[in-house]
């Protein structure tokens, strides 16, 4: 079964400073990894994936993850944090991005992150 | 991107009371859709995953009674959650699964919050 950890409930960093958000995953498999923010309700917002290639995916808002294999994990990283940063962050993992059945995105429980003026 | 629409975005109900949300895409067609929950301050859960023209198939503890899912075309998807309680009361979110030319994509409705008084 895949599943994945987010560490940490909450991330609190100064604007201006790097954010760094963290995620571990689990699979049998190839991973396909994502990462998703959220906003006081409101749905999902894509921020950037893994399928396969180079380690270092860059996403939207200025966003970055590295995936490493050896240590499973896929954090999120921002060189420069934004008060409009604070939001809800989910790291999600899936086995195969082929419909079939069984296949799914498994969430992380959420890291909130406060960046402060 | 893909444009997926949910209606309504806000509820209150009446214990007792049925609950019909709509899930739209309005630039794409889904064979594919899956609905989650997700309670104050927690992550998303899989509550059912449904194709269009067939039965949804629902997650260990889901009541599919209760919550009846209807996929009768691949733009609209429909979650009704009959005889609402007060701890139905949360977040529920549509999302499609998509064949693209370039492989498979999943995408978020902006979800709806259901409040059950």
């Known amino acids: 079964a895949q599943s994945v950890a987010q560490p940490e409930d909450q991330v609190n960093v100064a604007e201006g400073n790097p954010l760094t958000v963290k995620c571990t995953y689990s699979?049998?498999?190839?991973?396909?990894l994502f990462w998703y923010v959220q906003y006081p309700n409101r749905g999902l917002q894509f921020l950037l994936k893994?399928?396969?290639?180079?380690?270092l995916v860059k996403g939207s808002y200025g966003f970055e993850a590295e995936f490493n294999k050896s240590q499973t994990s896929f954090h999120l990283k921002k060189p420069s944090a934004l008060v409009s940063d604070s939001a809800l962050y989910f790291c999600a993992v899936r086995e195969s991005m082929i419909k079939a059945a069984g296949n799914k995105l498994t969430f992380g429980g959420g890291t909130r992150v406060l960046v402060k003026p | 991107g893909a444009v997926v629409s949910q209606h309504p975005s806000w509820v209150i109900c009446k214990s007792g009371t049925s609950v019909k949300i709509e899930c739209r895409s309005l630039d794409f067609q889904a064979t594919t859709m899956f609905w989650y929950r997700q309670f104050p301050k927690q992550s998303l859960m899989l509550m059912a995953t449904s194709n269009e023209g067939s039965k949804a198939t629902y997650e260990q503890g889901v009541e599919k009674d209760k919550f009846l899912i209807n996929h009768a075309s691949l733009t609209l998807s429909t979650l009704t959650v009959t005889s609402a309680h007060p701890e139905d009361s949360s977040f529920y979110i549509c999302?499609?699964?998509?064949?693209?030319?370039?492989?498979?994509?999943?995408?978020f409705g902006p979800g709806t919050r259901l409040t059950v008084t």
């Open positions: 893994y399928i396969t290639g180079d380690n």
């Open positions: 699979v049998s498999g190839n991973p396909y």
């Open positions: 999302s499609p699964f998509v064949q693209l030319a370039e492989g498979y994509e999943q995408y």
